[in-house]
């Protein structure tokens, strides 16, 4: 597979981007404590792509969705979820019951898992582009989106009341059910929404 040096800038653009807001976020954020619990699978994750990038490169499509999400948790990770400053004006302004960007954020959460696997599907298996695709790739996010439920709940156990700001559950009992819900709906609006984009650039890709 060749890449053109057009799409090499992006990716460099993309990776110089990413680092800008990393320094941002890094430096006094509201708890340090909730910046390394938020922050630390972006590391691994971004450490993950470059050491890959050689071998196994993305779709521009994936390493943008990748980049928002990570811009995503940045922030978050920085003022935390609970106090994000454009979804606390939101909340004041429309008298909303809780700031948002917790919401948001497990939106977002559930599109990139759900992208990942429709490509790693389509370019590494005999699976055909139906179904099937579909609903391994949306099974697969709202596993993803459970298993880091479960990540807080132990949080939560562990920490006690110090988990508050990590787990941003804001009051509400039902905070995990509509995160995982979020989760799946931005799964399959992805999937939905992004397939002829995804579907193009794999046939470019693949010289097609």
Same mark, same amino acid.
């Given at each position: ?14 990776l #110089?981007?990413?680092?800008? =807001?990393? !320094? ?5 954020? @509201?708890n340090?404590? %909730?910046?390394?619990?938020? &922050? ?34 940045l ?39 759900? #992208?990942?696997?429709?490509? =790693?599907? !389509? ?5 055909? @582009?139906?179904?099937? %695709?579909?609903?391994?790739? &949306? ?7 459970a ?14 009341r110090?988990a ?28 939905l929404?992004?397939r ?9 890709m693949d010289?097609?």
């Amino acid at each position: 597979m060749r890449i053109t040096s057009t799409e090499e800038k992006y990716h460099r653009f993309l990776l #110089i981007s990413f680092l800008a =807001v990393f !320094l941002w976020s890094v430096i006094n954020p @509201r708890n340090y404590g %909730v910046w390394i619990a938020e &922050v630390f699978p972006v590391i691994v994750g971004v450490l993950l792509i470059l050491a890959t990038y050689n071998r196994f490169r993305l779709t521009n499509l994936s390493y943008v969705i990748i980049w928002i999400d990570v811009v995503i948790v940045l922030i978050g990770g920085h003022y935390t979820y609970s106090e994000m400053p454009l979804f606390e004006w939101l909340q004041n302004h429309f008298d909303l019951a809780r700031n948002h960007y917790d919401r948001f954020g497990h939106f977002a959460q559930g599109v990139l898992p759900a #992208i990942l696997t429709r490509e =790693v599907l !389509l370019r590494k298996t005999q699976i055909r @582009r139906n179904l099937y %695709v579909f609903l391994i790739a &949306v099974s697969v996010s709202l596993a993803l989106s459970a298993a880091y439920e479960l990540i807080e709940w132990a949080a939560a156990e562990i920490a006690g009341r110090q988990a508050r700001d990590f787990l941003a559950t804001q009051g509400d009992k039902w905070d995990s059910q509509w995160d995982m819900f979020l989760a799946l709906c931005g799964a399959v609006l992805s999937l939905l929404t992004l397939r002829k984009i995804h579907d193009s650039q794999l046939n470019q890709m693949d010289g097609k």
